[in-house]
């Protein structure tokens, strides 16, 4: 095994007193099976969240069509269109870090990858205040006469910020990998870190994709 995945070892694979390559082996199981575990958590987090919007869209479908209308097809398909992006340079970096000598479109792509996240953010950003704006939050002042629809817009203010947070870990998770493989060339090559970081962003466009029909898309056909 090479001094660079040497380095790669952390505790307590480092101290198991296995073969260098079998020990990183196994620590490569260990990170890729915590978060797949992490995962499947956070799935019924966010699978609640559109079990109960569902629910609640059986019961009031006039009011959540109405409420839907209202929302800025523009920005929720542009930032769909950037994660779509994100996540396929993601996976170009996953693949690529396996072999040997594509440092350099490694970093290039999960520099992409923390440029596309921002870009949603800042899309979202301009879309919450073009939304605080027509007063389209739950309370006084809200704009549509139906009550339900106010129902809907803090099912769409609660989930968009809460996957907006998960998308900031994931740029900040994202971008640890770029500096770190930018100052230590032999950082990225083999490291589990990457492959668990990407499997994270993967999730995060994964929930996005399941949001941006639900909350953009009802009310508009026809």
Request: hydrophobic share 55%; charged share 15%; glycine share 10%.
């Amino acid at each position: 095994m090479s001094a660079a995945e040497k380095l790669l070892l952390r505790e307590p694979w480092d101290g198991l007193g296995l073969p260098e390559e079998s020990a990183l082996a196994r620590q490569r199981a260990g990170a890729t099976f915590g978060i797949w575990i992490f995962i499947a958590s956070e799935v019924l987090f966010f699978g609640a969240i559109i079990l109960l919007y569902t629910v609640m869209r059986l019961e009031h479908p006039d009011a959540f069509a109405a409420a839907a209308r209202e929302t800025n097809l523009v920005y929720g398909t542009l930032n769909t269109a950037l994660l779509l992006t994100s996540g396929m340079l993601a996976a170009v970096a996953s693949r690529m870090n396996e072999g040997a000598g594509a440092r350099r479109t490694v970093l290039w792509c999960l520099a992409a990858t923390v440029g596309l996240g921002l870009a949603f953010l800042a899309v979202k950003g301009i879309e919450y205040r073009e939304d605080i704006g027509k007063h389209l939050v739950p309370g006084p002042g809200f704009p549509l006469p139906q009550p339900p629809a106010q129902l809907f817009f803090a099912v769409y203010w609660f989930a968009t910020a809460i996957h907006g947070i998960h998308l900031a870990i994931g740029i900040g998770l994202v971008a640890r990998l770029v500096v770190l493989g930018w100052r230590d060339p032999a950082f990225l090559p083999g490291n589990p870190q990457v492959e668990v970081s990407l499997l994270y962003w993967g999730f995060v466009d994964i929930v996005w994709i399941f949001l941006y029909p639900l909350l953009y898309l009802p009310g508009r056909a026809g």
